[in-house]
C-alpha cells in the first residue's frame, strides 16, 4: 500500500532517497541535484522510490526542469493530488 501523500511524508522520503543515493553536501528543498553531485541515474532511482513509495510515476518530460530536491517534492505532491 502506497504511503500517505503529503508534503511532510514526501519530503521525508525524497530526503532519504537522496541520501541513499550518496548525495554530497546538505541536502535541503533548496539543494539543487548539481550541488548534491546526482546524476541523471541517480534521478531515475529517485523517480523509482516516489513511485514505489507513492504510486506516482515522474516521467522524463516531468522531471525535465527539475533542479532542487524541493521541486521534485512538489511536483509529486501536484500529481499525486
Not at 521525508?12 to 533548496?30: H, P, Q, Y
Request: hydrophobic share 40%.
Amino acid at each position: 500500500m502506497p504511503t500517505t501523500v503529503n508534503q511532510e511524508n514526501v519530503e521525508r522520503v525524497i530526503f532519504e532517497g537522496i541520501d541513499e543515493l550518496g548525495a554530497d553536501g546538505e541536502i535541503s528543498r533548496d539543494a539543487t541535484f548539481e550541488s548534491l553531485d546526482l546524476d541523471s541515474l541517480d534521478l531515475v532511482e529517485l523517480a523509482q522510490i516516489v513511485e514505489d513509495e507513492f504510486g506516482v510515476e515522474l516521467d522524463g518530460d516531468s522531471v525535465k526542469d527539475v533542479k532542487t530536491a524541493g521541486d521534485v517534492i512538489d511536483l509529486v505532491v501536484a500529481r499525486a493530488g
